[in-house]
């Protein structure tokens, strides 16, 4: 059984979303996996007369109508045609990016929605952050984002999976995805948990951290995950520091070609300031990332 039945993809024409594409039709089986290929025409705001800043004009669509659909629809089934068979289907709607694609993964059913990062910029996006990670904060699904096409004509392939895991809490949902991705791509699973920079006297006042609890229980979780069904044994790294720069610290150090993040996680002062993980790890990944809500329909393993 795949890990995703119903996958939406955000196709924008641009270079990273063909990427995104060819990394969907990876993850997708024949005659297991619906794929559905949305293009959004964003509504553009048009201003007959001058308005403070932030105001919006009347806004319609930039070209409109079923002609200009239809032509879209075409240059999508062109430019988005998988190369093994795969059900494939394509969608053209009017509106705002982040809320269209929204709106058809539930009118879809999608368990997955796969998307680039960069595409067009504008007034909206500059005020409330880029459409992925809009859809990443408000999505119920699983959200597969890459970054720009910063790497051209980078293989889309699985090798090595990284898999951020929590102790106290750790998400089911997302590690289940990892571990399914790993049997199903014959990939490397690397878990790894960052412990906290939480600083203790010992009674000779020297400074030092206690990892053995977390070691212990980072080994139970790696335990439990490990099975004669995958390629590789999953492996765990125990890691000190700020969450996201050791997360990207580690996929760069065992070449990964995917992470996947569960999204409810600690919470603190440096997820504050900066956002959530899961988004400081989009913005500074090198490879695609993969974040699993605890509500995600993610298919149970057979």
């Given at each position: 059984?795949?890990?995703?039945?119903?996958?939406?993809?955000?196709?924008?024409?641009?270079?990273?979303s063909?990427?995104?594409?060819?990394?969907?039709?990876?993850?997708?089986?024949?005659?297991?996996?619906?794929?559905?290929?949305l293009?959004v025409?964003?509504r553009?705001?048009?201003?007959?007369?001058?308005?403070?800043?932030?105001?919006?004009?009347?806004?319609?669509?930039?070209?409109?109508?079923q002609?200009?659909?239809?032509?879209?629809?075409?240059?999508?089934v062109?430019?988005?045609?998988?190369?093994?068979?795969?059900?494939?289907?394509?969608?053209?709607?009017?509106?705002?990016?982040?809320?269209?694609?929204?709106?058809?993964?539930?009118?879809?059913?999608?368990?997955?929605?796969?998307m680039?990062?960069?595409?067009?910029?504008?007034?909206?996006?500059?005020?409330?952050?880029?459409?992925?990670?809009?859809?990443?904060?408000?999505?119920?699904?699983?959200?597969?984002?890459?970054?720009?096409?910063?790497?051209?004509?980078?293989?889309?392939?699985?090798g090595?999976?990284?898999?951020?895991?929590?102790?106290?809490?750790?998400?089911?949902?997302?590690?289940?995805?990892?571990?399914s991705?790993?049997?199903?791509?014959?990939?490397?699973?690397?878990?790894?948990?960052?412990?906290?920079?939480?600083?203790?006297?010992?009674?000779?006042g020297?400074?030092?951290?206690?990892?053995e609890?977390?070691?212990?229980?980072?080994?139970?979780?790696?335990?439990?995950?490990?099975?004669?069904?995958?390629?590789?044994?999953?492996?765990?790294?125990?890691?000190?520091?700020?969450?996201?720069?050791?997360?990207?610290?580690?996929?760069?150090?065992?070449?990964?070609?995917?992470?996947?993040?569960?999204?409810?996680?600690?919470?603190?002062?440096?997820?504050f300031?900066?956002?959530?993980?899961?988004?400081?790890?989009?913005?500074?990944?090198?490879?695609?990332?993969?974040?699993?809500?605890?509500?995600?329909?993610?298919?149970?393993?057979?």
């Amino acid at each position: 059984m795949p890990a995703f039945r119903s996958v939406l993809l955000a196709a924008d024409f641009s270079e990273s979303s063909r990427e995104a594409f060819l990394l969907a039709c990876s993850l997708a089986h024949e005659q297991k996996t619906r794929l559905v290929v949305l293009h959004v025409v964003e509504r553009m705001p048009i201003v007959e007369q001058a308005v403070a800043f932030g105001d919006a004009g009347e806004v319609v669509p930039l070209e409109g109508g079923q002609p200009h659909h239809d032509a879209l629809r075409e240059r999508l089934v062109e430019l988005y045609a998988p190369s093994h068979p795969i059900d494939v289907s394509y969608v053209v709607r009017d509106g705002d990016p982040a809320g269209e694609v929204l709106r058809l993964a539930h009118d879809v059913g999608a368990d997955l929605i796969v998307m680039g990062t960069h595409g067009r910029t504008g007034l909206r996006r500059l005020l409330a952050g880029s459409v992925a990670e809009s859809v990443l904060r408000k999505a119920g699904h699983a959200v597969l984002a890459l970054r720009g096409a910063e790497q051209p004509g980078r293989s889309v392939s699985i090798g090595t999976i990284v898999h951020p895991v929590e102790l106290e809490e750790p998400s089911e949902v997302a590690l289940s995805a990892a571990r399914s991705l790993a049997r199903e791509q014959g990939a490397r699973l690397v878990l790894v948990y960052v412990a906290p920079l939480d600083l203790m006297l010992n009674p000779r006042g020297t400074l030092f951290l206690d990892l053995e609890d977390y070691e212990r229980a980072l080994e139970a979780i790696r335990a439990r995950t490990d099975g004669p069904d995958l390629k590789y044994p999953v492996e765990a790294r125990l890691e000190r520091g700020a969450p996201a720069g050791e997360i990207l610290r580690v996929a760069r150090e065992t070449g990964c070609d995917l992470i996947v993040m569960g999204t409810h996680g600690r919470s603190g002062l440096s997820r504050f300031l900066a956002g959530s993980v899961a988004e400081a790890v989009l913005r500074g990944s090198h490879c695609p990332v993969l974040a699993v809500k605890e509500a995600a329909s993610v298919v149970a393993e057979a």
